[in-house]
Nanobody, 120 residues
Framework: QVQLRESGPGLVKPSQTLSLTCTVSGGSITTSGYVWNWIRQPPGKGLEWMGAIAYSGSTAYSSSLKSRTSISRDTSKNQFTLQLSSVTPEDTAVYYC????????????RGQGTQVTVSS
């Protein structure tokens, strides 16, 4: 059973960089055939895919967030990390990390999510 757990600050000030970590257990992030994603859900809105890092280490980003988003990984800790720069209150959302077979494919495992509020 794969488990994912998001961690990071719940409150970030405008213009700062949001950094979240997803810790994976029960499976390796380097296992062939999977991509590890970050998605978010702003209040009252639907899920938004932000980006992903594949088992190979290659990355892909949403075109609308690409200029502000970076995803990296630490294979020794079986973790991958999201950094979102220059945040505004519109970045307030519940952030989730997920596993999927490919970008654009619905995830098969998802973390519980973590609330991030952008406010001064």
């Amino acid at each position: 059973q794969v488990q994912l757990r998001e961690s990071g600050p719940g409150l970030v000030k405008p213009s700062q960089t949001l950094s979240l970590t997803c810790t994976v257990s029960g499976g390796s992030i380097t296992t062939s055939g999977y991509v590890w994603n970050w998605i978010r859900q702003p209040p009252g809105k639907g899920l938004e895919w932000m980006g992903a890092i594949a088992y190979s280490g290659s990355t892909a980003y949403s075109s609308s967030l690409k200029s502000r988003t970076s995803i990296s990984r630490d294979t020794s800790k079986n973790q991958f990390t999201l950094q979102l720069s220059s945040v505004t209150p519109e970045d307030t959302a519940v952030y989730y990390c997920t596993r999927a077979k490919a970008v654009g494919i619905r995830y098969d495992y998802r973390g519980q999510g973590t609330q991030v509020t952008v406010s001064s």
